[in-house]
């Protein structure tokens, strides 16, 4: 049973475009973390959140971790080429391993 | 810098064949992960390790076994290699709990024809 679905599954986009990708359970997180995958490399973590409403803000991507801290978003503004690659959110049950979600393959174009 | 290595980047074996996938992590990690990646499916765990000779099933242990005999050395085995294990394997270690930042290798992509 898949806990965190993220969406969309697949963006491709224009360079300079905004968007945002979902990461939403039905159940509740201690932590939710995010990676992003670049082709031929392994996921590196971009943030964790711990709060239910915490916003962090890296550069131009914007991490949200929802008020009952079952779901989050990441929002990047202004895209660059540089942002393609795999986002992966993973949440945390506080000792339990963690639960990766399915994945959003974000394509930005120049 | 911290580094997990994975000792194969691209492997081919037959069906039947025995697979060995090895995984090294210089960071005096306690926790060890294998996990593989399919499209659409995300990362699935394999198998985790959490201390030396200690060994924890993950969501998908069916068709894998794995080995700990040292700390920074994390070895995931498929005994009868089938062509469904076809995929991304993804090593991963972290400092102590098991929901803390995994650090990734960059992953072997096996195929099995």
């Known amino acids: 049973t898949q806990l965190l679905e993220q969406s969309p599954q697949f963006l491709s986009i224009q360079e300079g475009e905004n968007l945002t990708v979902y990461c939403n359970s039905s159940?509740?997180?201690?932590?939710l973390q995010w990676y992003r995958q670049e082709p031929g490399e392994g996921p590196v973590l971009l943030v964790t959140v711990v709060t239910g409403g915490e916003v962090k803000k890296l550069k131009r991507l914007t991490f949200q971790f929802g008020d009952a801290r079952k779901d989050s978003s990441l929002h990047i503004t202004a895209a660059q080429p540089g942002d393609t690659g795999l986002y992966l959110c993973a949440g945390g049950r506080n000792t339990d391993k963690l639960i990766f979600g399915t994945g959003t393959r974000l394509q930005v174009f120049p | 810098d911290v580094k997990v290595t994975q000792s194969s980047r691209y492997l081919v074996k037959r069906t039947g064949e025995k697979v060995f996938l090895e995984c090294v992590q210089d960071?005096?990690?306690?926790?060890m992960f294998w996990y593989r990646q399919d499209p659409g499916l995300g990362l699935r765990l394999i198998y985790f390790s959490y201390d030396v000779k200690m060994k924890e099933k993950g969501d998908i242990p069916e068709g894998y076994s794995v080995s700990r005999e040292k700390k920074e050395r994390f070895s995931l085995i498929l005994e009868s290699a089938s062509t469904n294990q076809t995929s991304m394997y993804l090593c991963a270690s972290s400092f102590r709990a098991s929901n803390e930042k995994l650090f990734f290798g960059s992953g072997t992509q096996l195929s099995v024809l």
């Open positions: 960071m005096d990690h306690e926790n």
């Open positions: 159940s509740v997180f201690s932590s």
